[in-house]
């Protein structure tokens, strides 16, 4: 049982390049959520899906889309990077009922120049 | 004002010293509560939920006062492995998610020999 898988773990990409962060889970869980980690700023919510077919925007959205693959996959698309989209990209997954905590993918480190 | 906030620290304790954090939330309508710990350049994983009584799991002890809407965390005899920022998490209900989780920006414990 592997939890969160994410990838890639590293990316360094120029601006104006887009790219694709994968995310799967195999805890059967219906939520998943994309995260942004940066300094002094905690981690903020970017997108998210309740079950699968559908999802909605969090707090910080622009410059990024998602898509439920299926129950598994969530995926992140970055599709002109930009130098303020550096950061920690953590992928987590919920179980729909009856439990609130998250369960969190190892990140991936992301650098735009 | 922000709807989590910690003090960011860091604390610096000595082995075997006593520690305790506190966190204030500004939704009075939160409905749970959360501890989670994050190793530097790591996922967040839960180290504990927060319930109204009051909650013990060995040397770490969880308390919630509502009417004051803070939470607080006490680490009895510090270990060196305690070393890691320590994020106040606070669940929100939103209708198309069911619930959302709000992340303080996290208070950074440093357990010295």
């Known amino acids: 049982n592997a939890g969160v898988t994410q990838t890639p773990k590293f990316q360094v990409l120029k601006t104006g390049q887009s790219m694709t962060l994968q995310c799967a889970q195999d805890m059967n869980h219906n939520s998943m959520y994309w995260y942004r980690q940066d300094p002094g700023m905690g981690l903020r919510l970017i997108y998210y899906?309740?079950?699968?077919?559908?999802?909605d925007k969090g707090e910080v959205p622009n410059g990024y889309n998602v898509s439920r693959l299926n129950k598994r996959e969530f995926s992140l698309r970055l599709e002109s990077a930009a130098p303020s989209q550096t950061s920690v990209y953590f992928c987590?997954?919920?179980?729909?009922?009856?439990?609130?905590?998250?369960?969190f993918g190892p990140g991936t480190r992301l650098t735009v120049t | 004002r922000k709807e989590v906030e910690q003090d960011p620290g860091p604390f610096n304790v000595p082995e075997g010293a006593t520690v305790a954090f506190n966190c204030t939330y500004s939704?009075?309508?939160?409905?749970?509560f959360f501890w989670y710990r994050q190793d530097c350049r790591k996922e967040p994983k839960l180290l504990m939920s927060?319930?109204?009584s009051g909650n013990e799991d060995g040397r770490f002890t969880a308390q919630l006062n509502r009417a004051s809407q803070y939470i607080s965390l006490l680490i009895r005899d510090s270990k060196l492995s305690d070393s890691a920022t320590y994020l106040c998490?606070?669940?929100?209900?939103?209708?198309?998610?069911?619930?959302?989780?709000?992340f303080g920006g996290g208070t950074r414990l440093m357990v010295k020999p």
């Open positions: 987590a997954s919920r179980r729909q009922q009856g439990a609130y905590e998250q369960y």
């Open positions: 998490v606070v669940n929100d209900l939103n209708n198309n998610a069911g619930n959302m989780l709000t």
């Open positions: 939704n009075s309508a939160s409905q749970s």
């Open positions: 927060v319930y109204s």
């Open positions: 899906s309740a079950s699968e077919g559908t999802t």
